[in-house]
């Protein structure tokens, strides 16, 4: 396959977006400037914006080779839906014409009682509404033009990630530039919340992936006994990444540049046949767009290769998972970094304000976090020496916790001296340490001029933890705000403030070993709390103060969050429910019978040897066949085991009962089925056991 070269990545690079440098050309200049006024300032969409967009767009579709365009949403499912409709209309002489109106741009209609809603709508109540979203832009994918779109109920009710996505952006806008008013900083008209998402995922050979029937339907290897050679010799992480990955990796750059996603890093990552990817910074509801579309074209791209691209949180057992950090930070429309600490953070104040707004954010919030990180497949990676623990705290290095001490004793600060590292070869370059390491263990680490949450699964929507990131660093600012703005000395003010705030939250800042027995006790010293599986955490989201939190700022309103927890916890339980019978339907249908055809085998041997005579060892296939009747007998209970431990989840009375009944009594009957299946294939003849092993799988991409 060809590689992309350095002469037409410009050419390429966002060539299928229907961005500002094709608006630019081809809308009339008092359009182009209204609907930019719209993107860059918020103001609302004049009235006649969207016939004279939808024209050109419609133009400029057909000339990319587009037939149908789709309202593209992001409903609670957690990834993305699209009804596509031609852009034809019939004429009274049998042809027809293209057309697209500024009513089909700015509005469609789903159904809206096919999508989760958490009981907002029942299943007769089927209107819903998708209306455009002028600030992402339009693209397209295959023959069909994508317009970025938020979903709605008939009545109104918030249906998808984006609606709220967008009300927690504005919110934290508006307290930000607060703010930077008080600093005197009256240019400021936009504050931006940026995102960079990096994404793992592993690369398997796709015909060993279409004979496992877990990973068809859950993402995950339900059984796998451990391979002789895991991810222990450490080789994988930045190893040489083989041609065939490598040309994937090269057809799914040239894929999402065109959609105009800036994929800058690739390499490989800690367990075999594990990658990441790597984008720069964009606003958070157009990175949160463009992670969603990272994910689809891993897995399209990979179908190309005869791979398969798994986004599973943990696909296999015994190697790490894969996740996705989300670098967090905040931009103003004049260029400038909020999280940026500066030559001289000690003193720069607006600096240290921003900073300790997100760590009181996260300290009053932290339960709040891990909901939006809670799900059946996060559950097996956090706190598993792999993934930060389900115990959010906030690494800031020693130069910013010296700063935040100084603060709280009033006792200036040493001040530090860039230190240069001597390689002891004199043609090396002298290199500038850095002012603080990097703690791979901590859930929410500040890592230069960002924070870099550390806890999201790598297959779900960015979106979440973004609109609660965004809505608790913006109701911060807003006490802050609130505070300042009354204050008859600004400086004075100031100094209090930021002093009250480092005494009253030191306890979430913590720069050790995350993954360390002595962390989980310290932690619980200092009240932070331990959320360990998915609903344990869920049951916390619907709390009074998180219910205060989204109605105060128009986020969610307490029947909004109230559905979402209940989406929640029936996917866990979901999850669950299909990974148990899918467990089930292999164990009946394959291991078994596997199992007694090996057995069978066996003890054909051994019979024809004993027939041959006393003087004839029969030791061996005795013992193993000793051994294989033993776990065998163990297999058919454990088989039962989970069945009537599944149809007694029938019994629950609620979702939350519903869940913690999977969560404590039908996994733990599932790691029982496992452990008994994975003792058998580690004895069973190869040519016998059913599908293919963690060795064939994780080694010969």
């Not at 800058?264 to 990817?277: C, Y």
């Not at 030559?343 to 720069?348: A, E, F, R």
């Not at 989970?642 to 733990?668: D, G, R, V, W």
């Amino acid at each position: 396959m060809p590689n992309t070269t350095h002469e037409n990545i410009d050419e390429i690079f966002g060539s299928k977006v229907f961005n500002a440098g094709v608006m630019r050309k081809r809308l009339p200049k008092h359009i182009y400037a209204s609907l930019l006024k719209t993107m860059k300032e918020d103001l609302p969409l004049e009235e006649n914006v969207a016939e004279v967009v939808a024209n050109a767009m419609k133009d400029w579709a057909l000339e990319m080779g587009a037939t149908h365009f789709t309202h593209w949403f992001q409903p609670m499912t957690g990834i993305t839906a699209e009804k596509h409709d031609a852009f034809i209309t019939p004429t009274e002489d049998g042809k027809v014409i293209m057309e697209f109106s500024g009513k089909e741009l700015v509005k469609g209609e789903p159904d809206a009682s096919s999508f989760p809603s958490g009981g907002l709508r029942a299943t007769f109540e089927a209107r819903g509404y998708t209306a455009w979203d002028p600030t992402s832009y339009a693209f397209i994918k295959g023959s069909t033009l994508c317009i970025p779109t938020v979903f709605c109920s008939y009545s109104g009710e918030v249906l998808d990630k984006k609606t709220p996505l967008l009300r927690s952006m504005e919110v934290l806008n508006t307290h930000a530039v607060r703010i930077l008013h008080l600093f005197g900083k009256n240019d400021v008209k936009k504050v931006t919340t940026t995102i960079g998402a990096e994404q793992e995922y592993f690369l398997v050979e796709r015909d060993l992936f279409t004979q496992r029937k877990d990973l068809i339907l859950t993402g995950r290897t339900l059984f796998g006994a451990k391979p002789p050679k895991g991810q222990e010799m450490e080789t994988h992480y930045f190893g040489r990444i083989r041609g065939r990955v490598a040309n994937y990796m090269a057809d799914l750059d040239k894929e999402l540049w065109k959609l105009g996603i800036a994929s800058k890093t690739r390499h490989n990552e800690v367990a075999p046949s594990q990658h990441e990817m790597a984008p720069i910074f964009t606003n958070t509801n157009v990175a949160t767009d463009n992670n969603q579309l990272v994910m689809e074209f891993m897995q399209r791209v990979a179908y190309r290769h005869d791979l398969a691209c798994l986004l599973h949180e943990k696909p296999f057992d015994f190697v790490n998972g894969s996740g996705k950090h989300n670098n967090f930070s905040m931009s103003t429309n004049t260029g400038e970094n909020l999280l940026t600490p500066g030559d001289d953070p000690v003193n720069n104040k607006q600096f240290l304000l921003f900073l300790c707004a997100c760590i009181e954010a996260v300290n009053k919030y932290s339960e709040l976090l891990r909901i939006t990180v809670a799900s059946a497949g996060n559950d097996h990676r956090l706190g598993a020496n792999e993934a930060p623990p389900a115990i959010v705290s906030i690494f800031l290095g020693e130069q910013l916790t010296a700063a935040l001490k100084s603060i709280e004793t009033g006792k200036p600060v040493k001040e530090a001296k860039d230190l240069v590292l001597e390689m002891g070869v004199t043609t090396l370059p002298k290199l500038i340490m850095d002012a603080t390491d990097r703690n791979r263990t901590s859930p929410f680490a500040f890592t230069g001029n960002k924070f870099e949450f550390r806890m999201l699964g790598s297959n779900q929507s960015i979106a979440g933890p973004n609109i609660t990131l965004n809505t608790i660093v913006a109701d911060v600012l807003c006490d802050y705000a609130d505070t300042l703005e009354k204050a008859a000395d600004f400086e004075t003010a100031l100094d209090a403030l930021l002093q009250k705030s480092v005494i009253e939250n030191k306890r979430i800042v913590f720069n050790g070993n995350n993954y360390s027995d002595e962390w989980v006790e310290e932690a619980a010293r200092r009240g932070l709390p331990n959320l360990r599986t998915t609903p344990e955490a869920l049951a916390e989201y619907t709390s009074e103060k998180n219910e205060k939190l989204f109605s105060r700022h128009n986020i969610y309103t307490p029947a909004e969050l109230e559905s979402r927890c209940e989406i929640h916890l029936e996917e866990y339980s979901k999850t669950i429910n299909i990974e148990a019978l899918t467990m089930l339907n292999m164990a009946k249908r394959e291991i078994s019978p596997a199992v007694v055809s090996y057995t069978k085998e066996v003890c054909d041997t051994l019979l024809a040897k004993k027939s041959c005579g006393d003087f004839i060892d029969v030791s061996a296939e005795t013992t193993l066949a000793e051994r294989i009747s033993k776990l065998s007998g163990e297999l058919i209970k454990a088989i039962d085991s989970l069945e009537t431990t599944l149809a007694a989840a029938q019994n629950c009375e609620s979702a939350q009962a519903e869940a913690t009944y999977h969560c404590n009594s039908i996994i733990p009957a599932m790691e029982a089925l496992r452990s008994t299946a994975d003792a058998l294939e580690s004895i069973v003849g190869k040519e016998y056991w059913p599908f293919p092993n963690y060795e064939d799988i994780l080694f010969y991409v």
